[in-house]
């Protein structure tokens, strides 16, 4: 299998402030990860798709300047929520992309998630 | 962009029972068709997948259908035990480059014992 861990599990911060969360991948090199957002009971929606070594690309409705994200390695992607705000509290989940060796047939891999909470 | 639309969105049965959930997807061009498991505040797990150029596949208890033409697909778990329940979400996944995955919008899974 593949392993991606994210960093921290939990968090919790004041309003106004910037948190980050980090998604590696442990064993394989990703060039594409995901970032996604779930509220309670609710499914998981895509915030946008972080490229190494290239500009994230982002959902409709997500704000750029508000969800920075950056993906300088092959292993590494950072999500940074800028002037945290009650309403971004969530679960933040990445996913890595692992290419298999048929075209075509990658497959997800998601990190254990980091729940948000913004006071 | 994709759409994927999931039913039910809760589903009790008794233990040994079948459950049947399904989905509906709407942008021709996906391709890959994931079911995840999702404990409460775990991370979403694979359970089986199907790509389009397959219409059912089977790993022991759960089992995958795709209708291509009416787009639609549907897990089916047979013989379910307490340890099956949990949120199960259907995905779909396009054919760019990217491959994103947009989810259903998820079936909480109680099995009674």
């Known amino acids: 299998g593949a392993v991606v861990s994210q960093h921290p599990s939990w968090v919790i911060c004041k309003s106004g402030t910037s948190v980050k969360i980090e998604c590696r991948s442990l064993?394989?090199?990703?060039?594409?990860m995901f970032w996604y957002r779930q509220f309670p009971k609710q499914s998981l929606m895509l915030m946008a798709t972080?490229?190494?070594?290239?500009?994230?690309?982002?959902e409709q409705g997500v704000e750029k300047d508000k969800f920075l994200i950056n993906h300088a390695s092959l292993t590494l992607s950072t999500l940074t929520v800028t002037s945290a705000h009650p309403e971004d509290s969530s679960f933040y989940i990445c996913?890595?992309?692992?290419?298999?060796?048929?075209?075509?047939?990658?497959?997800?891999?998601f990190g254990p998630g980091t729940r948000l909470t913004v006071l | 962009g994709e759409n994927v639309e999931q039913h039910p969105s809760t589903l009790s049965v008794q233990e040994g029972d079948s459950a049947v959930i399904k989905c509906t997807y709407s942008?021709?061009?996906?391709?890959?068709f994931p079911w995840y498991k999702q404990e409460l505040g775990k991370r979403p797990q694979l359970i089986i997948d199907?790509?389009?150029?397959?219409g059912e596949k089977k790993d022991q208890r759960i089992a995958v259908t795709l209708n291509k033409t009416a787009k639609h697909f549907s897990l089916h778990i047979t013989e379910t035990q307490p340890e099956d329940s949990a949120v199960y979400f259907c995905?779909?996944?396009?054919?760019?480059?990217?491959?994103?995955?947009?989810f259903g919008t998820g079936t909480k899974l109680q099995v009674i014992p």
């Open positions: 996913s890595a992309r692992k290419p298999l060796a048929v075209p075509g047939t990658d497959t997800q891999y």
């Open positions: 064993d394989f090199q990703a060039t594409t």
């Open positions: 972080s490229n190494e070594g290239s500009k994230a690309t982002y």
């Open positions: 942008d021709s061009a996906s391709n890959y």
């Open positions: 199907i790509r389009s150029n397959v």
């Open positions: 995905a779909a996944s396009d054919s760019g480059g990217y491959q994103k995955v947009t």
